[in-house]
Protein backbone atom coordinates (compact mmCIF):
# COMPACT_ATOMS: atom_id res chain seq x y z
CA UNK A 1 0.00 0.00 0.00
CA UNK A 2 1.17 3.29 -1.03
CA UNK A 3 0.39 6.06 1.10
CA UNK A 4 0.90 9.90 0.67
CA UNK A 5 1.03 12.93 3.08
CA UNK A 6 -0.45 16.50 2.86
CA UNK A 7 3.25 17.59 1.26
CA UNK A 8 3.29 15.05 -1.37
CA UNK A 9 5.77 12.65 0.71
CA UNK A 10 4.78 9.06 -0.27
CA UNK A 11 5.48 5.78 1.64
CA UNK A 12 4.95 2.85 1.44
CA UNK A 13 3.98 -0.26 3.50
CA UNK A 14 3.86 -4.25 2.62
CA UNK A 15 1.58 -6.67 4.68
CA UNK A 16 1.89 -10.68 5.09
CA UNK A 17 -1.09 -13.04 4.53
CA UNK A 18 -2.42 -12.09 7.94
CA UNK A 19 -2.18 -8.42 7.22
CA UNK A 20 0.23 -7.61 9.44
CA UNK A 21 2.66 -5.19 8.55
CA UNK A 22 6.56 -6.65 7.72
CA UNK A 23 7.77 -3.44 6.01
CA UNK A 24 7.23 0.05 6.33
CA UNK A 25 9.54 2.13 3.50
CA UNK A 26 9.15 5.76 4.22
CA UNK A 27 9.55 8.81 1.21
CA UNK A 28 13.28 8.30 1.81
CA UNK A 29 13.38 4.75 0.93
CA UNK A 30 14.30 3.77 4.59
CA UNK A 31 12.82 0.68 5.40
CA UNK A 32 11.73 -0.81 8.80
CA UNK A 33 11.23 -4.35 8.98
CA UNK A 34 9.54 -6.14 11.45
CA UNK A 35 9.15 -9.69 11.98
CA UNK A 36 6.35 -12.16 14.11
CA UNK A 37 6.11 -15.16 15.71
CA UNK A 38 3.50 -17.72 14.70
CA UNK A 39 0.53 -16.01 16.88
CA UNK A 40 1.20 -12.65 15.81
CA UNK A 41 3.64 -10.94 18.00
CA UNK A 42 6.67 -8.84 17.01
CA UNK A 43 9.69 -10.21 17.21
CA UNK A 44 12.43 -8.35 16.26
CA UNK A 45 11.92 -4.86 14.67
CA UNK A 46 14.86 -4.04 12.36
CA UNK A 47 15.08 -0.10 11.68
CA UNK A 48 17.02 1.41 8.66
CA UNK A 49 20.64 1.29 10.22
CA UNK A 50 20.33 -2.13 11.12
CA UNK A 51 19.46 -1.79 15.00
CA UNK A 52 17.33 -4.35 16.12
CA UNK A 53 14.62 -4.78 18.49
CA UNK A 54 13.83 -8.22 20.12
CA UNK A 55 11.07 -9.62 22.26
CA UNK A 56 10.94 -12.95 23.81
CA UNK A 57 7.81 -13.65 25.83
CA UNK A 58 6.49 -16.55 28.27
CA UNK A 59 3.68 -18.75 27.94
CA UNK A 60 0.74 -16.31 29.33
CA UNK A 61 2.22 -13.71 26.43
CA UNK A 62 4.22 -11.46 28.74
CA UNK A 63 7.32 -10.01 27.47
CA UNK A 64 9.93 -11.67 29.77
CA UNK A 65 13.35 -10.34 27.35
CA UNK A 66 13.77 -6.86 25.53
CA UNK A 67 16.97 -7.41 23.77
CA UNK A 68 18.33 -4.19 22.23
CA UNK A 69 21.20 -4.49 19.24
CA UNK A 70 22.93 -1.47 18.19
CA UNK A 71 24.97 -1.85 15.03
CA UNK A 72 28.26 -0.88 14.22
CA UNK A 73 28.37 0.06 10.37
CA UNK A 74 32.32 0.32 11.10
CA UNK A 75 32.93 -3.08 12.30
CA UNK A 76 30.19 -4.96 11.41
CA UNK A 77 29.33 -5.77 14.97
CA UNK A 78 26.39 -5.63 16.78
CA UNK A 79 26.46 -4.28 20.77
CA UNK A 80 23.59 -5.71 22.57
CA UNK A 81 21.89 -4.38 26.11
CA UNK A 82 19.09 -6.80 27.37
CA UNK A 83 16.77 -6.28 29.60
CA UNK A 84 14.33 -9.07 31.47
CA UNK A 85 10.55 -9.32 33.52
CA UNK A 86 9.47 -12.07 35.67
CA UNK A 87 6.06 -12.65 36.25
CA UNK A 88 4.17 -14.56 38.86
CA UNK A 89 1.32 -16.97 38.30
CA UNK A 90 -1.57 -14.05 38.05
CA UNK A 91 0.71 -12.03 35.30
CA UNK A 92 1.96 -9.27 37.43
CA UNK A 93 5.96 -8.32 37.22
CA UNK A 94 7.85 -9.76 39.90
CA UNK A 95 11.20 -8.49 38.94
CA UNK A 96 12.72 -6.59 36.61
CA UNK A 97 16.63 -6.70 35.25
CA UNK A 98 18.67 -3.80 33.53
CA UNK A 99 20.89 -4.12 30.66
CA UNK A 100 23.70 -4.21 33.88
CA UNK A 101 22.08 -6.55 35.86
CA UNK A 102 20.39 -4.81 38.58
CA UNK A 103 17.81 -6.29 39.41
CA UNK A 104 14.23 -4.66 41.22
CA UNK A 105 11.69 -7.06 42.76
CA UNK A 106 8.37 -6.32 43.89
CA UNK A 107 5.72 -7.76 45.69
CA UNK A 108 1.62 -7.50 45.79
CA UNK A 109 -1.26 -7.85 48.06
CA UNK A 110 -5.11 -9.58 46.75
CA UNK A 111 -6.02 -6.61 45.05
CA UNK A 112 -2.88 -6.74 42.44
CA UNK A 113 -1.48 -3.18 44.25
CA UNK A 114 2.32 -3.13 44.75
CA UNK A 115 2.73 -3.18 48.69
CA UNK A 116 6.97 -3.38 48.82
CA UNK A 117 9.17 -2.86 46.09
CA UNK A 118 13.53 -3.68 46.92
CA UNK A 119 15.58 -2.09 44.56
CA UNK A 120 18.95 -3.69 43.40
CA UNK A 121 20.80 -2.06 46.68
CA UNK A 122 18.49 -4.50 48.65
CA UNK A 123 16.42 -1.18 49.86
CA UNK A 124 13.16 -1.87 50.81
CA UNK A 125 10.42 0.97 50.36
CA UNK A 126 6.52 -0.34 52.02
CA UNK A 127 3.33 1.11 50.23
CA UNK A 128 0.11 1.58 51.85
CA UNK A 129 -3.64 2.03 50.20
CA UNK A 130 -7.06 2.76 50.67
CA UNK A 131 -10.18 1.30 49.75
CA UNK A 132 -9.91 3.34 46.71
CA UNK A 133 -6.39 1.39 46.01
CA UNK A 134 -5.09 5.05 46.36
CA UNK A 135 -1.64 5.54 47.89
CA UNK A 136 -2.07 6.67 51.53
CA UNK A 137 1.64 6.16 52.85
CA UNK A 138 5.18 5.24 52.45
CA UNK A 139 7.95 3.94 54.29
CA UNK A 140 11.50 3.18 54.06
CA UNK A 141 12.37 -0.09 55.82
CA UNK A 142 16.27 0.08 57.69
CA UNK A 143 17.20 -2.23 60.08
CA UNK A 144 13.70 -3.90 60.20
CA UNK A 145 11.93 -0.42 60.63
CA UNK A 146 10.34 1.61 58.81
CA UNK A 147 11.88 5.52 58.30
CA UNK A 148 11.56 8.10 56.38
CA UNK A 149 7.37 7.81 56.09
CA UNK A 150 5.22 10.00 53.70
CA UNK A 151 1.11 10.34 54.56
CA UNK A 152 -1.30 10.72 52.45
CA UNK A 153 -4.48 11.49 53.85
CA UNK A 154 -7.56 11.56 51.74
CA UNK A 155 -11.92 12.17 51.95
CA UNK A 156 -13.81 9.37 50.69
CA UNK A 157 -14.16 10.54 47.29
CA UNK A 158 -10.13 10.32 46.26
CA UNK A 159 -9.46 13.85 47.06
CA UNK A 160 -6.22 14.49 48.90
CA UNK A 161 -6.68 16.13 52.63
CA UNK A 162 -3.19 16.63 53.04
CA UNK A 163 0.16 15.06 52.91
CA UNK A 164 2.54 14.77 55.43
CA UNK A 165 6.02 14.35 54.91
CA UNK A 166 9.00 12.11 56.43
CA UNK A 167 9.82 15.59 59.14
CA UNK A 168 6.02 15.69 59.90
CA UNK A 169 5.65 19.02 57.45
CA UNK A 170 1.60 18.88 57.23
CA UNK A 171 0.16 20.86 53.94
CA UNK A 172 -3.30 21.27 53.60
CA UNK A 173 -6.29 20.92 50.78
CA UNK A 174 -9.61 22.38 50.56
CA UNK A 175 -12.20 22.04 47.96
CA UNK A 176 -14.96 23.77 46.69
CA UNK A 177 -18.73 21.97 46.01
CA UNK A 178 -17.81 21.95 42.87
CA UNK A 179 -14.41 19.68 44.02
CA UNK A 180 -12.53 22.21 42.21
CA UNK A 181 -8.78 22.74 44.78
CA UNK A 182 -9.26 25.89 46.31
CA UNK A 183 -6.77 26.30 48.97
CA UNK A 184 -3.58 25.00 49.11
CA UNK A 185 -2.04 25.57 53.17
CA UNK A 186 1.61 24.88 53.39
CA UNK A 187 3.45 23.69 56.59
CA UNK A 188 4.13 27.45 57.33
CA UNK A 189 0.72 28.23 57.57
CA UNK A 190 1.04 30.48 53.87
CA UNK A 191 -1.66 29.81 51.49
CA UNK A 192 -2.71 29.88 47.89
CA UNK A 193 -6.18 30.93 46.98
CA UNK A 194 -7.83 29.95 43.65
CA UNK A 195 -11.20 31.07 42.58
CA UNK A 196 -12.89 29.48 39.40
CA UNK A 197 -15.82 30.84 36.86
CA UNK A 198 -19.17 28.98 36.56
CA UNK A 199 -17.40 26.71 33.70
CA UNK A 200 -14.67 25.44 36.33
CA UNK A 201 -12.04 27.88 34.69
CA UNK A 202 -9.68 29.26 37.02
CA UNK A 203 -10.40 32.99 37.19
CA UNK A 204 -8.30 34.33 40.33
CA UNK A 205 -5.39 33.21 42.02
CA UNK A 206 -3.56 34.68 45.29
CA UNK A 207 -0.36 33.44 45.84
CA UNK A 208 1.71 32.86 49.40
CA UNK A 209 3.48 36.66 49.28
CA UNK A 210 -0.14 38.34 47.90
CA UNK A 211 0.60 38.96 44.32
CA UNK A 212 -2.96 38.37 42.05
CA UNK A 213 -3.36 37.04 39.01
CA UNK A 214 -6.23 37.30 36.95
CA UNK A 215 -6.98 34.73 34.24
CA UNK A 216 -8.95 35.11 30.56
CA UNK A 217 -10.11 32.78 28.25
CA UNK A 218 -11.69 33.07 24.84
CA UNK A 219 -15.02 31.46 24.10
CA UNK A 220 -12.88 28.32 23.07
CA UNK A 221 -11.66 27.57 26.57
CA UNK A 222 -8.44 29.07 26.01
CA UNK A 223 -6.05 30.75 27.97
CA UNK A 224 -5.84 34.49 26.11
CA UNK A 225 -4.86 36.43 29.09
CA UNK A 226 -2.81 36.63 32.76
CA UNK A 227 -2.85 39.58 34.70
CA UNK A 228 -0.53 40.65 37.44
CA UNK A 229 -1.18 42.44 40.18
CA UNK A 230 1.55 42.07 42.59
CA UNK A 231 1.97 42.63 46.53
CA UNK A 232 4.62 45.36 47.83
CA UNK A 233 7.94 44.80 47.57
CA UNK A 234 7.56 43.23 44.08
CA UNK A 235 8.31 44.67 40.64
CA UNK A 236 5.14 45.39 38.41
CA UNK A 237 4.70 42.79 36.32
CA UNK A 238 2.57 43.34 32.54
CA UNK A 239 -0.24 40.73 31.62
CA UNK A 240 1.04 37.72 29.88
CA UNK A 241 -1.45 37.47 26.25
CA UNK A 242 -1.86 34.31 24.19
CA UNK A 243 -2.84 34.40 20.83
CA UNK A 244 -3.54 30.82 18.90
CA UNK A 245 -3.90 30.09 14.91
CA UNK A 246 -7.01 28.30 13.92
CA UNK A 247 -5.53 24.79 15.34
CA UNK A 248 -5.57 25.83 18.33
CA UNK A 249 -1.78 26.11 18.49
CA UNK A 250 -0.20 29.05 20.32
CA UNK A 251 1.36 31.56 17.51
CA UNK A 252 2.12 34.98 20.06
CA UNK A 253 2.79 35.61 23.50
CA UNK A 254 3.02 39.42 24.17
CA UNK A 255 4.63 41.03 27.65
CA UNK A 256 4.25 44.58 27.73
CA UNK A 257 5.75 45.93 24.58
CA UNK A 258 7.23 42.72 23.41
CA UNK A 259 5.62 39.79 21.49
CA UNK A 260 7.23 36.56 20.36
CA UNK A 261 5.21 34.82 17.66
CA UNK A 262 5.61 31.64 16.01
CA UNK A 263 4.44 29.83 12.57
CA UNK A 264 3.74 26.71 11.96
CA UNK A 265 4.55 23.89 9.24
CA UNK A 266 1.57 21.08 7.96
CA UNK A 267 3.78 18.99 10.10
CA UNK A 268 3.08 20.69 13.18
CA UNK A 269 6.46 21.79 13.66
CA UNK A 270 7.88 25.32 14.30
CA UNK A 271 9.38 26.91 11.28
CA UNK A 272 9.34 30.94 12.71
CA UNK A 273 10.05 32.49 15.72
CA UNK A 274 9.69 36.54 15.39
CA UNK A 275 10.41 38.63 18.29
CA UNK A 276 10.06 42.45 17.28
CA UNK A 277 12.49 42.72 13.62
CA UNK A 278 14.54 39.14 14.68
CA UNK A 279 13.85 36.22 13.21
CA UNK A 280 14.76 32.98 13.39
CA UNK A 281 13.44 30.16 10.65
CA UNK A 282 14.25 26.53 10.82
CA UNK A 283 13.95 24.83 6.82
CA UNK A 284 13.41 21.41 7.00
CA UNK A 285 14.49 19.23 4.18
CA UNK A 286 12.37 16.28 4.24
CA UNK A 287 13.89 15.01 0.85
CA UNK A 288 17.62 15.19 2.11
CA UNK A 289 16.90 14.26 5.61
CA UNK A 290 18.21 17.68 7.16
CA UNK A 291 17.14 21.24 9.28
CA UNK A 292 18.31 24.63 8.18
CA UNK A 293 18.53 27.30 11.05
CA UNK A 294 18.75 30.42 10.07
CA UNK A 295 19.34 33.31 12.65
CA UNK A 296 18.71 37.37 12.32
CA UNK A 297 22.25 37.69 11.98
CA UNK A 298 22.48 35.89 8.82
CA UNK A 299 24.61 33.02 10.49
CA UNK A 300 23.30 29.75 9.01
CA UNK A 301 23.27 26.35 10.56
CA UNK A 302 22.68 23.11 8.61
CA UNK A 303 21.88 20.18 10.88
CA UNK A 304 22.03 16.21 9.03
CA UNK A 305 19.56 13.58 10.00
CA UNK A 306 20.20 9.86 10.07
CA UNK A 307 17.81 7.53 8.66
CA UNK A 308 15.96 7.59 12.25
CA UNK A 309 16.04 11.42 12.36
CA UNK A 310 18.76 11.90 14.46
CA UNK A 311 21.53 14.84 14.51
CA UNK A 312 24.38 13.01 12.99
CA UNK A 313 26.38 16.21 11.48
CA UNK A 314 26.18 19.76 11.83
CA UNK A 315 27.77 22.36 8.89
CA UNK A 316 27.98 25.83 9.75
CA UNK A 317 27.50 26.92 6.15
CA UNK A 318 27.51 30.95 6.83
CA UNK A 319 28.50 33.48 9.48
CA UNK A 320 26.61 35.86 11.05
CA UNK A 321 27.77 39.47 12.03
CA UNK A 322 26.28 41.42 15.08
CA UNK A 323 27.27 44.92 17.14
CA UNK A 324 27.82 44.51 20.67
CA UNK A 325 26.57 47.33 22.54
CA UNK A 326 28.08 48.72 25.85
CA UNK A 327 26.23 51.80 27.08
CA UNK A 328 27.80 51.49 30.40
CA UNK A 329 30.71 54.26 28.61
CA UNK A 330 28.58 56.43 26.44
CA UNK A 331 25.03 55.27 25.25
CA UNK A 332 24.68 54.01 22.08
CA UNK A 333 28.31 53.89 20.94
CA UNK A 334 29.30 50.46 18.89
CA UNK A 335 32.71 49.63 21.03
CA UNK A 336 32.99 46.65 18.99
CA UNK A 337 31.64 44.24 16.26
CA UNK A 338 31.88 40.41 16.60
CA UNK A 339 31.02 37.18 14.85
CA UNK A 340 29.09 34.28 16.12
CA UNK A 341 31.21 31.12 16.48
CA UNK A 342 30.53 29.08 13.54
CA UNK A 343 33.38 29.14 10.60
CA UNK A 344 32.91 27.95 7.30
CA UNK A 345 31.80 24.85 6.61
CA UNK A 346 33.08 23.88 9.81
CA UNK A 347 31.52 20.21 10.88
CA UNK A 348 30.84 18.76 13.64
CA UNK A 349 29.57 15.01 13.73
CA UNK A 350 27.57 12.67 16.19
CA UNK A 351 27.55 8.98 16.95
CA UNK A 352 24.98 6.78 18.54
CA UNK A 353 24.44 3.82 20.73
CA UNK A 354 20.76 2.85 20.12
Same mark, same amino acid.
Given at each position: ? =??????? &????? *???????????????????? =???? #?? @????????? &???????????? #??? =???????FNSTSGNYLSFSQGVSYDSR?????????? @????? *????????????????????????????????? @????? #??????????????????????AENNLTKYFYDEKSNLFKTQYPDNSSIIKEYDALGFLKKETDCNGTITNFSYNPKGQLTQMDFHVNGGTLPTPPLTYGYDSFGRINSVSSGTHTISKKFDS *????????? #???????? *??? =?NNSIALTFPDGRIDKYKLDALGRIKEVVFEKKGTANCLINDFAEGTILSAFQYEGLFLNNKKYAYNL
Open positions: M =IESDING &LTSQL *FYDKDNLTIKAINHQNNATK =IDYD #GI @GRTVLVTDP &LGNRQANSYDAN #GNI =ISDKTESNRPIQTSDPL @GNKVS *FIYDDRNLKTSVINALGQQVNLYYDINGLTIKT @GLIRT #GNEIIINQWNRDLIGRLNSYQD *FNRPIEEKQ #GTETIRKI *FDD =I
